[in-house]
C-alpha cells in the first residue's frame, strides 16, 4: 500500500512563508511525476506546480515566481516553498503522485489528505 503524507501547512500572515512537505511511503518501486494541487472553499482542486523525476517544473500562473517545488528522490520526499503568501492562498493543499506499486505492479495516481494553509489579511 501506498501513502503520502503532507506537512508544513498553518497559519501565516500576509506576505509571510511556509513550506510543505509530502512523503511518499509503502510498497512502492517507482515514483514518477510529483505535485502539488489546492482547494479553497467552494471552488474546484486545482493545479499548483509539478516536478518530474529529472527535475522538469512546471508552475501554475498564478505561482510563478513566488511558490517553489523541489523533491528528495532518495527521501521520496517533495516540498512546495510558498512567499509572499496572499489571502487568495488559502486552501487545503493536496500532494499528488503517480507511482508504480511494487505489489500490483501498476503505475497509479496517489493523493495525500491534504494540509490546511491560512493566510490572514
Known amino acids: 500500500q501506498v501513502q503520502l503524507a503532507e506537512s508544513g501547512g498553518g497559519l501565516v500572515q500576509f506576505g509571510g512563508s511556509l513550506r510543505l512537505s509530502c512523503a511518499a511511503s509503502?510498497?512502492?518501486?517507482?515514483?514518477?511525476?510529483m505535485a502539488w494541487y489546492r482547494q479553497a472553499p467552494g471552488k474546484q482542486r486545482e493545479f499548483v506546480a509539478t516536478?518530474?523525476?529529472?527535475?522538469?517544473?512546471n508552475y501554475a500562473d498564478f505561482v510563478k515566481g513566488r511558490f517553489t517545488i523541489s523533491r528528495e528522490n532518495a527521501k521520496r520526499t517533495v516540498f512546495l516553498q510558498m512567499n509572499s503568501l496572499k489571502p487568495e492562498d488559502t486552501a487545503v493543499y493536496y500532494c499528488?503522485?503517480?507511482?508504480?506499486?511494487?505489489?500490483?505492479?501498476?503505475?497509479?495516481?496517489?493523493w495525500g489528505q491534504g494540509t490546511q494553509v491560512t493566510v490572514s489579511s
Open positions: 509503502g510498497s512502492i518501486y517507482s515514483i514518477y511525476d
Open positions: 499528488h503522485s503517480i507511482i508504480t506499486d511494487n505489489r500490483a505492479w501498476a503505475r497509479l495516481d496517489y
Open positions: 516536478i518530474a523525476r529529472g527535475g522538469e517544473r
